[in-house]
């Protein structure tokens, strides 16, 4: 198995298809154990009694590791996720915060000049806007 760190280097660990996580952990990062946390195919194995068999772990498998904080720096942590950029007080004004009421001014402009230029739409036209209309109903009303 390949134990590879954060800092791209790799180990190479030799181990069974009867050993479990913890003792993997307790083989490579002895004293350390607590706070090593293994990675494999974007899952963290955390159940210590779980065999390598059994999470499907094979010859020439890579498996991530990641000290966790408090640990001395071999394999640094990653850093505590954090907002992008500076954030303003208030709502947060999304794309789909913003959509329901855009929709809703579309369909109410389409209403407008559908009762005052009613010579400019025709029966499909007109049959459209209520499908439209009957239909964004149904979803602001079954979401909310």
Known sequence: IRLKF???TEEVAV???????????SKY??????????I??????????????????????????QRSRGGTAAAPALPEPGPAGPTAPG???G???LMVPTV?????????????YRQLFTAPATVSLIGVTVL?????????
């Open 40 to 65: 494999y195919r974007g899952q963290l194995l955390q159940d210590q009694a779980r065999t390598l068999r059994s999470l499907r772990i094979t010859d020439n498998c890579v498996i991530h590791c």
């Open 91 to 93: 709502l947060p004004l």
């Open 6 to 8: 954060l800092n791209d």
């Open 15 to 25: 181990a069974r298809p009867e050993d479990t996580v913890g003792v993997l952990k």
């Open 104 to 116: 809703m001014v579309v369909l109410a402009l389409g209403w407008y000049f559908r009762i005052n």
């Open 136 to 144: 964004v109903t149904f979803l602001a009303f079954g979401v909310y």
């Open 95 to 97: 794309g789909g915060t």
């Open 29 to 38: 990062f002895p004293g350390q154990e607590s706070q090593m946390k293994l």
